[in-house]
């Protein structure tokens, strides 16, 4: 089975979540489709880039939240909509980059934690 995953990072790690996402991809067979990753936001207005990122995790069949330590907050909101959309959610914890205790939201039980992006491919077949 393939799907579309819509992946939340901080933007400032946008490059190295491209690369992540590209090895899901791989690993997986599904394709990501956040628009803010893959570079199609780029100098569109912040409310236009909103809307996309609404409509692309709503369009998605899972969501694949990399930790960081995000400036905007950004993130967690995505987490919030995945969770009221019903959407899967993979939850990447490396523990380096990532502060001792993260959101109250990612203990709920349909979040599945894993350790490395790698792992996430098992959880979307």
Sequence with gaps: MSGKF???????????SL?????IERLSGWTCNARWVLGLNDGKEPDLC?????NDLRD????????GVSSTGGIWV???MAI??????????DNENFPTKPPIFCSL???IWVRNHQTVAGHLR
């Excluded at 690369?19 to 090895?23: A, G, L, Q, S, T």
Aim: without cysteine; positive net charge.
């Design 6 to 16: 819509y992946i939340a990072a901080p933007y400032n790690t946008r490059q190295g």
């Design 50 to 54: 909103a809307r996309n990122d609404y």
């Design 84 to 93: 009221a959309l019903g959407k899967k959610i993979i939850f990447v914890r």
């Design 109 to 111: 039980p349909e979040v």
């Design 78 to 80: 995505e987490l919030g």
């Design 19 to 23: 690369d992540k996402v590209r090895e």
């Design 60 to 67: 998605a069949d899972a969501l694949v939240l990399l930790n």
